[in-house]
């Protein structure tokens, strides 16, 4: 791995571990993969596994829409769950695939990057 897609992929972790919206499950796959290449994992074994865990956490645009319109939904996203649905089936409409938010676009641009998805539709 050339160290221009590594310096990608750190600074992509990074942004994911900093979003408000990233699960437990998302933060561990970050201190995981910071934790490996601490230890001297090899950069391209370290990277495959954070986008394997990544991967696996998917957030597809009819999940979202469903669980905004949902009570939980609106209980989590409260007065701002009018807003947050209609952004969500505005990107379904432009052809969008994945959720957006602060946690879920760095991993989809990270995993556009590697090759692993295609690019996703950002408003």
């Not at 796959?29 to 956490?57: H, L, M, V």
């Not at 009570?71 to 969500?88: I, S, Y």
Request: proline fraction near 2%; charged fraction near 30%; hydrophobic fraction near 45%.
């Amino acid at each position: 791995m050339d160290n221009e897609l590594f310096e990608y992929v750190e600074a992509k972790v990074k942004e994911i571990a900093a979003a408000p919206s990233a699960s437990a499950a998302t933060k561990q796959a970050c201190k995981d993969f910071e934790d490996a290449i601490a230890a001297g994992t090899d950069k391209q074994a370290a990277t495959d596994a954070f986008a394997d865990a990544i991967s696996a956490k998917q957030t597809d645009i009819d999940s979202l829409i469903g669980f905004i319109g949902s009570e939980v939904g609106k209980q989590v996203f409260g007065d701002a769950a009018p807003a947050a649905l209609a952004h969500a089936q505005e990107r379904k409409a432009a052809g969008a695939k994945w959720c957006d938010c602060a946690a879920c676009r760095p991993c989809h641009e990270l995993l556009a990057k590697l090759g692993r998805e295609e690019a996703d539709v950002y408003l």
